[in-house]
């Protein structure tokens, strides 16, 4: 079964980077777009950022632009999310996010906390 695990989240101060991977198995990972949402208590999920299969990104939202970069690692079916000049605005619940075929999944989410 498809299977999304992210990691890397954590503790780090304003101005602090942290690079957030998804370990993806279960599909062929190399054949699907990939994305990264994430969620603030009592906001909604948004869209940080896509990357097609062929490791082209999306356009970033303001929010995060020049800031966060989505890459991807097809033969490691991993999916990464470095992120550089955290602010505390930035602290979020991170989930890895993929559509196969009609079939939207989600990982757990791995907590980014940003503040001094």
């Known amino acids: 079964q498809v299977q999304l695990v992210e990691s890397g989240g954590g503790l780090v101060q304003p101005g602090g980077s942290l690079r957030l991977s998804c370990q993806a198995s279960g599909f062929p990972f190399s054949s699907y777009a990939m994305s990264w949402f994430r969620q603030s208590p009592g906001k909604e999920r948004d869209l940080v950022a896509t990357i097609s299969r062929t490791s082209k990104p999306s356009n970033y939202p303001d929010s995060v632009k020049g800031r966060f970069t989505i890459s991807r690692d097809n033969a490691q079916n991993t999916l990464y999310l470095q992120m550089h000049s955290l602010k505390p605005e930035d602290t979020a619940v991170y989930y890895c996010?993929?559509?196969?075929?009609?079939?939207?999944?989600w990982g757990q989410g791995t907590q980014v906390t940003v503040s001094s």
């Open positions: 996010n993929a559509k196969v075929g009609f079939v939207t999944y």
